[in-house]
């Protein structure tokens, strides 16, 4: 309780300030063109929240770049003005669209916050920063903020000439992987179900 506590008080010092991000000489995409959540199947617009570079969530959050997507969010670098930090903001669909699962994602996070933190493997598990409501067009959208993370495990490999992982490498990422693997079990009674090279091997979270 007391961990959580201290993680929502604000840093002592002066609240960073908004930056600008207006750019006069940017190429604006055919609207025709498809591009990443675009591309899913199933995509829906009016379901995904528009968000804008250089905006403002929540009077806290200013979003400077995007880092991913998936059916059922989208995932964003962003500005803690408060705490004058680096987070990102995981953006889901509307509300009427996720049903029980971003509940779900909450409860785990909320029963491993209440579990032992001496496990060395809890240390390789991203926390959940802030979590809160958005007011979209149509619906509200859930907001989970986390610290950032590393390139995933597939991003690193692929920048390798021969896209392999040199054996002190993997020996890192295994040893990591199978800590928080047995932090989850043992301790949190939560059994994860899916491992992916697309996840960071600093860290192991419930996918979508």
């Not at 959580?4 to 604000?10: A, C, E, T, V, Y």
């Not at 959540?37 to 929240?49: F, K």
């Not at 909320?110 to 979209?136: A, C």
């Amino acid at each position: 309780m007391f961990s959580s506590l201290r993680r929502s008080l604000p840093r002592l010092g002066r609240r960073w300030k908004p930056l600008n991000f207006t750019n006069p000489n940017f190429v604006r995409i055919p609207e025709g063109h498809k591009i990443e959540e675009e591309t899913l199947r199933d995509y829906v617009a009016a379901e995904y929240y528009p968000t804008r570079i250089g905006e403002v969530i929540k009077e806290r959050y200013q979003i400077i770049g995007k880092l991913g997507f998936g059916s059922t969010s989208t995932v964003w670098l962003a500005r803690d003005m408060d705490f004058r930090r680096y987070v990102m903001l995981k953006i889901c669909v509307q509300a009427s669209s996720m049903g029980q699962q971003v509940d779900n994602e909450l409860n785990m996070y909320k029963h491993m916050e209440q579990s032992s933190t001496s496990h060395p493997g809890r240390d390789v598990i991203r926390n959940l920063l802030d979590t809160f409501h958005i007011d979209g067009p149509q619906d509200q959208h859930r907001c989970l903020v986390y610290p950032p993370l590393w390139e995933s495990v597939l991003a690193f490999l692929r920048r390798n000439p021969v896209e392999r992982l040199p054996s002190p490498v993997i020996a890192v990422v295994l040893h990591r992987l199978f800590l928080a693997l047995d932090y989850l079990h043992t301790e949190c009674h939560i059994a994860h179900t899916g491992l992916s090279p697309c996840a960071s091997p600093l860290a192991t979270y419930f996918p979508e």
